[in-house]
């Protein structure tokens, strides 16, 4: 008769050892199979994922394409990469949060949220733009009151706060050291954190183009660092190009981030990950899952650039001039590739062109091949548009509307500040484009150091003598570039006490001060009975993004 005896405590130790180094023998060999499957990358002995954010607060009309850009050179790569776009989802989050709705308008703002979204992504919101602006007022609203209780000041496109200042980086390191205080710590909390915990990225790279997003994007850094010591942060951007451009820069974030990254950071992270470029240098952007994401636009606009600096580059007031980037333009027979590839995975409803001009040999060869999507994009005051044929085709090719930056009326300021324009080609162009149906955004810039008081008349009569060729408009005020070559011409002062700060205030030549020059376009310019009704029509908050939808009514 056999009996059973119960293993000893050793035995059933060994057994237990035995049982545990097959289990992790057996997971490990899994993630080596979908390690060569996927492509995974190493640093070090860290198995890597790549996660791209785009952060709030930015006008949440159309996915950010510079992480899908950068995804897109990462897929090639081989390098497995999401992205996230914390912007519209903190939005979402926050219009759909609760509120105290001690008044009228708040109740009302919360009752039609979820109407007020739809009627914009259906397009009905465009019918008019007193109808559009209401809509846009109540969300606003329901922003504004997420933000008060915290001293922050919040809109659909914008973050700013009472005391601490997105151009000081003791600030920004605050925000990441309290980021409890941040008005999207909730969203972060419930919704992103436990995300990035079931992605599990090696890197985390963000993407701050705008000062609207600083405070809030270092509020997200430090709470990602906080609950995630082991992952590598990377911060990028448009925003932070800018402050790496400053002679001055020295590097205060250290301590926090992994590493600052000026430019498209497709190289960086290839270089990083030691992975190959696509072949060509240049890969096509990849949207992955924000292309179904509900943006605040009739359908799913899509960004694309098919170049990055500017081919001019000799306009004195601009930044691009002072931060020295390259201009790097994609192959014409790429961009048509990937234009085409796009239309088939993300079905857009409109191309927004991203360049800070499209170059015309884009344009001849845009307008021979159209891709059958309505697109808007910058253009310059240049001869050609004054064909009016040319005109024509661009308008055949899709085009609902061009923006273009004239800056000033006046040909003595044009010529100082080296724009290379001509006020009767000017002249010319915008009754041709009216001609062929296609709207003007027209572009001014209000206190440069080459204009006086008389130079800003002379550009507010050629705005009334050319206001029906005008669809719509931003008049702006000139701030002068930390880096700008005039800077070093003008006495100049701080424009804030920020070690960030992008811009440096300026002794005006001519005394045409930033005081006069408000009082003059408050006063003076936005009073004007040709001139009020553009400023009107210009969508309330997005602008030029929501224009193009008014123009395809």
């Known amino acids: 008769m056999k009996t059973s005896r119960r293993p000893s405590a050793r035995g059933r130790f060994f057994s237990f050892l035995y049982f545990y180094y097959s289990i992790t023998i057996f997971h490990l060999l899994i993630s080596i199979a979908r390690n060569h499957l996927y492509g995974f990358k190493k640093i070090g002995s860290i198995m890597t994922r790549v996660l791209l954010i785009h952060p709030p607060v930015a006008k949440p009309g159309e996915p950010p394409a510079g992480i899908a850009r950068l995804k897109g050179a990462l897929d090639a790569g081989r390098i497995p990469c999401s992205l996230m776009d914390a912007n519209l989802e903190g939005i979402r989050f926050l219009l759909h949060g609760d509120v105290e709705a001690d008044d009228t308008w708040t109740q009302n703002a919360v009752k039609n949220t979820d109407r007020h979204i739809h009627e914009i992504r259906s397009g009905s919101a465009f019918n008019s733009i007193g109808h559009y602006n209401r809509i846009v007022n109540d969300l606003n609203r329901l922003m504004a009151l997420h933000g008060r209780g915290m001293e922050y000041h919040l809109s659909l496109a914008d973050c700013t706060h009472g005391t601490l200042s997105p151009v000081r980086s003791q600030d920004l390191i605050r925000c990441a050291e309290n980021p409890e205080n941040d008005p999207f710590f909730e969203y972060y909390s419930s919704r992103q954190l436990p995300d990035i915990g079931e992605q599990t990225p090696g890197i985390i790279g963000l993407s701050v183009n705008f000062l609207s997003q600083s405070l809030s994007a270092f509020a997200m850094l430090g709470l990602i660092r906080k609950r995630f010591p082991g992952i590598q942060l990377i911060l990028g951007g448009g925003l932070v190009t800018s402050w790496m451009s400053n002679p001055g820069w020295k590097d205060p974030f250290s301590g926090l981030v992994d590493h600052c990254v000026a430019g498209p950071g497709e190289a960086f992270f290839l270089s990083l990950l030691k992975a190959a470029e696509p072949s060509g240098g240049n890969a096509a952007p990849h949207f992955g899952g924000l292309a179904g994401l509900p943006y605040l636009s009739p359908g799913f606009v899509l960004p694309y650039n098919t170049s990055s600096g500017c081919f001019w580059r000799r306009c004195r007031f601009c930044p691009e001039q002072s931060e020295k980037g390259d201009y790097r333009p994609i ?10 590839m796009l239309k088939e995975t993300t079905a857009p409803s409109l191309i927004h062109f991203l360049d800070n001009a499209l170059s015309e040999s884009f344009l001849d060869r845009f307008t021979e091949n159209p891709v059958g999507i309505p697109w808007y994009g910058y253009v310059r005051f240049s001869e050609r548009l004054t064909d009016p044929d040319y005109c024509r085709r661009i308008k055949e090719s899709g085009c609902v509307m061009l923006k273009l930056g004239l800056e000033s009326g006046d040909q003595a300021v044009l010529d100082s500040m080296d724009k290379g324009i001509r006020i009767e080609t000017a002249s010319k162009v915008l009754r041709n484009l009216k001609q062929a149906g296609i709207p003007a955004y027209v572009y001014l810039l209000f206190g440069t150091p080459y204009e006086s008081e008389d130079s800003a008349r002379r550009t507010m009569h050629f705005v009334l003598d050319h206001h029906e060729t005008i669809g719509y408009m ?59 009704p553009i400023l009107a029509r210009t969508p309330k908050l997005f602008t030029s993004n929501h224009a193009p939808f008014f123009c395809m009514r």
């Open 331 to 340: 192959p014409h027979g790429r961009v048509m590739e990937d234009l085409r």
């Open 474 to 532: 931003n008049p702006a005020i000139f701030n002068m570039p930390v880096s700008s070559g005039d800077a070093a011409i003008h006495p100049v002062r701080p424009f804030s006490q920020g070690d960030l700060s992008l811009y440096v205030d300026f002794e005006h030549p001519r005394g045409w001060n930033r005081s006069a020059v408000r009082h003059f376009l408050d006063r003076e310019f936005r009073r004007q009975p040709l001139i009020s």
